[in-house]
């Protein structure tokens, strides 16, 4: 019974999700949408499941209610976003474009250390990115230390 109540408390809370980022998205400009997507300080990481069933709700709900004509990748990738930041995930979210025979194309997608995150295919390949937000990446590995005997070059 646990199990059940918090799947569909999932499920209601990723619809709250993607409508908010909506309705952010028609009232504000996308860095100011990403800095309230932004959590202050982030926790540990989440489980892999934990993150794919978000993913999988999101898409869900994009199909059940999509964004435009063309596609959910805008809406689909500041969901996640906010999702994954929240759970620890240091994500990277992109635009970009590329010029198709007739017309310019865009795309929405994350990367987690310079990899895609929960793309499903490569269709994020290609495209010239035009912003990306955070601007300083974060690594989940941690830096190099130096050993105390070695010293900086000047």
Not at 96 to 102: H, L, Q, T
Not at 103 to 109: E, I, T, V
Request: charge should be positive; include cysteine; aromatic fraction near 14%.
């Amino acid at each position: 019974m646990n199990r059940f109540v918090r799947k569909y408390r999932a499920v209601f809370h990723v619809g709250f999700v993607v409508l908010w980022v909506r309705l952010l998205l028609r009232v504000k400009r996308l860095p100011l949408v990403l800095d309230q997507l932004t959590p202050g300080s982030m926790p540990g990481i989440a489980g892999r499941s934990e993150m794919g069933n978000l993913v999988y709700y999101v898409d869900r709900w994009l199909r059940l209610f999509p964004y435009n004509t063309k596609g959910n990748c805008f809406p689909r990738s500041l969901a996640i976003y906010w999702f994954a930041r929240r759970l620890g995930y240091p994500v990277v979210f992109h635009c970009g474009v590329k010029k198709d025979v007739a017309s310019l194309d865009g795309h929405a997608w994350l990367t987690l250390d310079h990899l895609p995150f929960h793309e499903s295919d490569q269709h994020w390949q290609g495209y010239t990115v035009t912003f990306s937000y955070p601007q300083k990446v974060l690594r989940r590995d941690p830096p190099i230390r130096r050993r105390s005997n070695e010293t900086k070059a000047s």
